[in-house]
């Protein structure tokens, strides 16, 4: 597991309800069965708790241990300092338990003057995962009167060795790690043991994803991303229009390039409009728009560019010559169908709805959500790149993993609110997002922005009451 996966899986396992207290619970629960399965009960235990969470972790161990064992409770620091809710509510309890022993040490004089040679085991619940630095007193002296009972008692440590990943560290027999056990840590023993997120944090999109995705850059204009919108014909202008839109929120620059007849009816200043002449984009565009492709740093081909014959070869030919990665949406799914030759070795999202993918691949995706992940699975293996198939759950491959998305609502079945996904997913890109992950993030904004608009107008809104509410849904990710 990355570190980057497990942040985003803490942040959606809140999102899905699951408190700190719970997963606290399961976590000092986990490290007491582990100890008694390991070494029976009827033991002397002391457990070594400072004022984080692993501290708190080190509470619940101490309360379920005690049910069947000589529990001393060292808290190591003052209580004043115990941080989170959590762990207060553990150590209150604690406090209230008359079987259980609490010693607090305040300073390293009275950690160097302890004799732990009655102990048959140590729990170690000093640092974790929220360690900075070298462990400073008064808990590097705890760390060092541990180690002094290395070989004699059993040492178990909550999460890491306390002192991980610096050299002054606990010495443990071994440690038990929760849930999600990480690649990065090496050098000592672990146990892994579940603390019940829930198997759906593998797939499922959420606040975390989006927070993740939406990591500022830099503070200079065109650094947070530029972004070309290639579409509109003579019978559309505002598929392109509303792509641009979209984007426009979440990006620094939006180049939107329209057929010069189409795009005369657009006055928004926040777009930069690039017209091409003539009402159909042809092949003869495509030096023209491959050179404009160069200055941004991903590509939205599609909304409303029409099936026009000559079209169709200019969006082949452009996709085919490009190297940004790309959004290829609506029309423009249309053109590669039967020539999916044309994305080899590219960067791309494709965005079909079920009839899309039908047109693509041959075959309409099963209904169940297991079965449609492991038909696009199968389909964005095969072509190389990420498919997001739009429907009541989204679901979004890059051949390897796939994901889900749940919001959205059925008043988005309105006309436009694909033009807005695919802005939305290529502004992620241009903001330097895996496409898995910017197609994932893109249809959850997409799906939320329409999800706020719900609460606010009921089932009956335009696209464009979508898109302009991406600031909102952006803002409510960020601060989830
Ligand atoms: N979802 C989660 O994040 C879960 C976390 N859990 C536990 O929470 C732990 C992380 O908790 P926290 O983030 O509170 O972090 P820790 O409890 O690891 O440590 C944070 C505390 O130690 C202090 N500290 C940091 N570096 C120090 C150093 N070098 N010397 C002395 N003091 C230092 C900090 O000021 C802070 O008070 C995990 O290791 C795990 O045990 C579990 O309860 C399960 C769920
Ligand atoms: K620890």
Same mark, same amino acid.
């Not at 593998?202 to 927070?211: E, L, Q, R, S, T």
């Given at each position: 597991?990355?570190?980057?996966?497990?942040?985003?899986?803490?942040?959606?396992?809140?999102?899905? !309800?699951? $408190?700190?207290?719970?997963?606290?619970?399961?976590?000092?629960?986990?490290?007491?069965?582990?100890?008694?399965?390991?070494?029976?009960?009827?033991?002397?235990?002391?457990?070594? #708790?400072?004022? !984080?969470?692993?501290?708190?972790?080190?509470? @619940?161990?101490?309360?379920?241990?005690?049910?069947?064992?000589?529990?001393?409770?060292?808290?190591?620091?003052?209580?004043?300092?115990?941080?989170?809710? *959590?762990?207060?509510?553990?150590?209150?309890?604690?406090?209230?338990?008359?079987?259980?022993?609490?010693?607090?040490?305040?300073?390293?004089?009275?950690?160097?003057?302890?004799?732990?040679?009655?102990?048959?085991?140590?729990?170690?619940?000093?640092?974790?995962?929220?360690?900075?630095?070298?462990?400073?007193?008064?808990?590097?002296?705890?760390?060092?009167?541990?180690?002094?009972?290395?070989?004699?008692?059993?040492?178990?440590?909550?999460?890491?060795?306390?002192?991980?990943?610096? &050299?002054?560290?606990?010495?443990?027999?071994?440690?038990?790690?929760?849930?999600?056990?990480?690649?990065?840590?090496?050098?000592?023993?672990?146990?892994?043991?579940?603390?019940?997120?829930?198997?759906?944090?593998?797939?499922?999109?959420? /606040?975390?994803?989006?927070?993740?995705?939406?990591?500022?850059?830099?503070?200079?204009? !065109?650094?947070?991303?530029?972004?070309?919108?290639?579409?509109?014909? *003579? =019978?559309?202008?505002?598929?392109?229009?509303?792509?641009?839109?979209?984007?426009?929120?979440? @990006?620094?620059?939006?180049?939107?390039?329209?057929?010069?007849?189409?795009?005369?009816?657009?006055?928004? /200043?926040?777009?930069?409009?690039?017209?091409?002449?003539? #009402?159909?984009?042809?092949?003869?565009?495509? *030096?023209?728009?491959?050179?404009?492709?160069?200055?941004?740093?991903?590509? @939205?081909?599609?909304?409303?560019?029409?099936?026009?014959?000559? &079209?169709?070869?200019?969006?082949?030919?452009?996709?085919?010559?490009?190297?940004?990665?790309?959004?290829?949406?609506?029309?423009?799914?249309?053109?590669?169908?039967?020539?999916?030759?044309?994305?080899?070795?590219?960067?791309?999202?494709? $965005?079909?709805?079920?009839?899309?993918?039908?047109?693509?691949?041959?075959?309409?995706?099963?209904?169940?959500?297991?079965?449609?992940?492991?038909?696009?699975?199968?389909?964005?293996?095969?072509?190389?790149?990420?498919?997001?198939?739009?429907?009541?759950?989204?679901?979004? #491959? =890059?051949?390897? &993993?796939?994901?889900?998305?749940?919001?959205?609502?059925?008043?988005?079945?309105?006309?436009?609110?694909?033009?807005?996904?695919?802005?939305?997913?290529?502004?992620?890109?241009?903001?330097?997002?895996?496409?898995?992950?910017?197609? #994932?993030?893109?249809?959850?904004?997409?799906?939320?922005? !329409?999800?706020?608009?719900?609460?606010?107008?009921?089932?009956?809104?335009?696209?464009?009451?979508?898109?302009?509410?991406?600031?909102?849904?952006?803002?409510?990710?960020?601060?989830?």
């Amino acid at each position: 597991m990355r570190i980057e996966d497990v942040y985003i899986w803490d942040i959606n396992a809140r999102w899905l !309800g699951i $408190t700190p207290h719970q997963l606290m619970e399961n976590a000092g629960a986990g490290v007491a069965r582990v100890i008694e399965e390991r070494f029976g009960r009827g033991l002397r235990i002391a457990v070594f #708790s400072a004022t !984080g969470n692993n501290g708190g972790d080190g509470f @619940v161990a101490a309360r379920h241990l005690s049910f069947e064992n000589d529990v001393t409770l060292f808290l190591v620091g003052d209580e004043a300092k115990i941080r989170s809710e *959590e762990a207060k509510h553990n150590w209150e309890i604690l406090k209230r338990l008359d079987f259980v022993k609490i010693r607090v040490l305040k300073d390293s004089a009275h950690i160097k003057e302890l004799d732990l040679s009655g102990f048959d085991v140590i729990v170690d619940a000093l640092l974790g995962a929220g360690t900075k630095g070298e462990p400073r007193e008064p808990i590097r002296s705890a760390i060092e009167k541990i180690n002094e009972y290395a070989g004699r008692a059993k040492i178990v440590s909550i999460d890491l060795p306390s002192g991980y990943p610096s &050299t002054v560290r606990v010495k443990a027999d071994f440690a038990v790690t929760f849930q999600w056990d990480k690649d990065e840590y090496e050098g000592f023993e672990r146990v892994v043991v579940k603390i019940g997120y829930p198997k759906e944090l593998y797939n499922i999109v959420g /606040p975390g994803d989006a927070k993740f995705a939406l990591r500022k850059k830099g503070e200079h204009k !065109g650094q947070n991303g530029r972004l070309l919108i290639i579409g509109g014909s *003579e =019978d559309y202008f505002g598929a392109p229009y509303l792509a641009a839109k979209a984007a426009s929120y979440l @990006v620094d620059l939006v180049f939107l390039t329209m057929p010069e007849y189409s795009a005369r009816r657009i006055g928004d /200043p926040n777009l930069i409009l690039r017209p091409v002449e003539g #009402s159909n984009f042809a092949l003869k565009h495509l *030096e023209n728009v491959l050179t404009i492709a160069e200055k941004v740093d991903a590509v @939205v081909i599609g909304p409303g560019i029409g099936v026009d014959e000559n &079209t169709k070869a200019f969006v082949r030919e452009f996709i085919r010559r490009c190297g940004r990665p790309m959004v290829i949406d609506a029309d423009a799914l249309k053109a590669i169908a039967g020539d999916l030759d044309a994305l080899r070795g590219k960067r791309f999202v494709l $965005t079909p709805h079920a009839g899309e993918f039908r047109m693509l691949f041959g075959e309409l995706p099963p209904a169940g959500l297991k079965e449609r992940a492991a038909t696009v699975m199968k389909k964005a293996k095969e072509i190389g790149g990420v498919i997001l198939l739009k429907g009541s759950y989204d679901v979004i #491959s =890059d051949g390897k &993993t796939w994901k889900y998305n749940k919001t959205g609502n059925r008043g988005m079945t309105t006309g436009g609110t694909g033009d807005v996904l695919a802005g939305i997913v290529g502004a992620l890109l241009a903001l330097g997002n895996e496409p898995l992950r910017a197609a #994932s993030v893109g249809a959850f904004l997409n799906g939320l922005a !329409g999800d706020m608009v719900k609460e606010e107008k009921g089932e009956n809104f335009t696209a464009l009451d979508v898109a302009e509410k991406i600031p909102n849904a952006t803002r409510w990710a960020l601060e989830f």
